[in-house]
C-alpha cells in the first residue's frame, strides 16, 4: 500500500521558513512525480507545485516564484516542500500528493497533511 | 491569471444522481486539462475519486463517474449515498500547472 507519511505541525514567526517533509513507501519513488498542494483554514485547495523526484525538475505558480523550493532526497525517498518569507496568510495545512509516472497530472495518493501555523 | 469555476453548494436526496461541474476561464475544458477530482470530508486530507477525465482508482466507488460536457468537466454521482455528502474539487492543468476549483459542497438530504 502507497503510503506518504509527512512531517509533524510547526508554529513559525512572520518572516521565518519552514520546510516540511514527505515520506514515500514503499514505491520506487524517482518514479512519479510529488506535487505539493495547501489548504487555509476553512478555504480550498490550493495547487503549490510538483517535483520530478528523478531529475529533480520543478515547476511552481507564477504567485510563489522565488518563495517556494522543492527538493528530494532519493536515497530515503523523501521529498522536501519550503516556504520562505512566510507571512500569517501562509497559515494552511500543506499536503503532498504522488502524481504520476509518464503523466505528471494523474493524481491517486495523498499525504495526511502537515500544519503551519504562522503567528507572531 | 485563470479561474476555475465550480457550483459553490448542491444538494441531493439519497438514492438521487446529481453533477457537479468544472469551467475555465480560458475556454472549453478539453482532455489537455487533465481534469482530476476529489472528495475532501471534515477533517480528513483529499481523496482523488478521477484523473485524466474519467479514469477511476481501485478505491473510488462505481458509483462515481467523470466526463467532458459541453465544454465543462464533470463529476456525476449516481445512487447518491449518505456518506458522498463532502467538499469535491476538481483540478485542472494548464501547460503542466495545475490550478483547483474552489469546490462544491455536497449536501445529501
Known amino acids: 500500500q502507497v503510503q506518504l507519511a509527512q512531517s509533524g505541525a510547526e508554529v513559525k514567526k512572520p518572516g521565518a521558513s519552514v520546510k516540511v517533509s514527505c515520506k514515500a513507501s514503499p514505491y520506487m519513488f524517482a518514479a512519479y512525480y510529488i506535487h505539493w498542494v495547501r489548504q487555509a483554514p476553512g478555504q480550498g485547495l490550493e495547487w503549490l507545485g510538483w517535483?520530478?523526484?528523478?531529475?529533480?525538475?520543478?515547476k511552481f505558480p507564477q504567485n510563489f516564484q522565488g518563495r517556494v523550493t522543492m527538493t528530494r532526497e532519493t536515497s530515503i525517498r523523501t521529498a522536501y516542500m519550503e516556504l520562505s518569507s512566510l507571512r500569517s496568510d501562509d497559515t494552511a495545512i500543506y499536503y503532498c500528493?504522488?502524481?504520476?509516472?509518464?503523466?505528471?497530472?494523474?493524481?491517486?495518493?495523498w499525504g495526511q497533511g502537515t500544519l503551519v501555523t504562522v503567528s507572531s | 491569471q485563470t479561474v476555475v469555476t465550480q457550483e459553490p453548494s448542491l444538494t441531493v436526496s439519497p438514492g438521487g444522481t446529481v453533477t457537479l461541474t468544472c469551467a475555465s476561464s480560458?475556454?472549453?475544458?478539453?482532455?489537455?486539462?487533465?481534469p482530476n477530482w476529489f472528495q475532501q470530508r471534515p477533517g480528513q486530507a483529499p481523496r482523488t475519486l478521477i484523473y485524466d477525465t474519467s479514469d477511476k482508482h481501485s478505491w473510488t466507488p462505481a458509483r462515481f463517474s467523470g466526463s467532458l460536457l459541453g465544454g465543462l468537466a464533470a463529476l456525476t454521482l449516481s445512487d447518491v449515498q449518505p456518506e458522498d455528502e463532502a467538499d469535491y474539487y476538481c483540478l485542472l492543468f494548464y501547460g503542466a500547472e495545475g490550478v483547483f476549483g474552489g469546490g462544491t459542497k455536497l449536501t445529501v438530504l
Open positions: 517535483i520530478n523526484p528523478n531529475s529533480g525538475a520543478t
Open positions: 480560458t475556454g472549453a475544458v478539453t482532455s489537455y486539462n487533465y
Open positions: 500528493a504522488r502524481g504520476g509516472g509518464a503523466i505528471l497530472e494523474h493524481f491517486d495518493y
